[in-house]
């Protein structure tokens, strides 16, 4: 039977129902629940924008973008997006999806921390990462009316310590590789949340280099 919140339907196809059963085995309820949120913020946003965008290929890209925070698909040398990004690759060819549709996903898993850039791009590019700052940053809030907030949030609760909740995992799934937050978002997590943490400084990396002027 399809699920409808908030007037948006959740996608039944067997590719989705296979996706929503490994994320909610893979990652925490936290995760799962904003993952479901994402998709929901994001068709919301494009039903209000009157975008035209493939519905099954959204919820793909929620529903993995925080994947690469969780093992076992958490590398130890790639951005946490660049994970999530990957594993939704490998998910999709195992469903025999094209490859533009594919290269879609990718970049909008990828690109999902990357303020400025995806509102330019295909629509299921710029509404995961729609989906994505409404429901961790609040941006657009007041453009969804309180019955879509409040739909949205009693099928897949924030719950009480969410903005705390989403930083730790944050925090969780990148610690152990520092290096890749230079010059992205999760470079605040670290130095907030790892006080051994040092931050990489694009000027003084320029400064420092091989050359000699």
């Known amino acids: 039977m399809t699920t409808t919140i908030a007037g948006i339907q959740i996608p039944d196809s067997m590719m989705a129902r296979e996706a929503t059963e490994l994320v909610r085995d893979t990652e925490t309820d936290l995760l799962y629940h904003h993952s479901r949120r994402v998709f929901l913020f994001g068709a919301l946003a494009g039903q209000r924008k009157q975008l035209k965008y493939d519905p099954e290929l959204l919820y793909i890209g929620a529903m993995f973008h925080d994947m690469g925070l969780v093992a076992p698909y958490s590398s130890e040398h790639e951005r946490f997006e660049v994970d999530s990004a990957n594993a939704a690759r490998e998910f999709l060819r195992r469903h025999r999806i094209g490859e533009d549709e594919i290269e879609q996903v990718w970049t909008a898993i990828a690109l999902h921390t990357t303020p400025g850039i995806p509102q330019h791009m295909k629509p299921v590019i710029a509404l995961v990462t729609a989906g994505v700052e409404m429901d961790v940053l609040g941006l657009a809030y ?39 937050t230079f010059g992205n978002v999760k470079a605040d997590v670290l130095a907030l949340k790892d006080p051994h943490y040092h931050r990489e400084n694009f000027c003084t990396m320029i400064l420092g280099s091989a050359w000699k002027s």
């Open 142 to 180: 007041d453009e969804f009316d309180e019955q879509q907030r409040e739909e949205v949030t009693h099928a897949h609760p924030r719950g009480s310590h969410f903005k705390e909740g989403i930083i730790d995992a944050f925090a969780h799934g990148t610690i152990h590789k520092p290096h890749t």
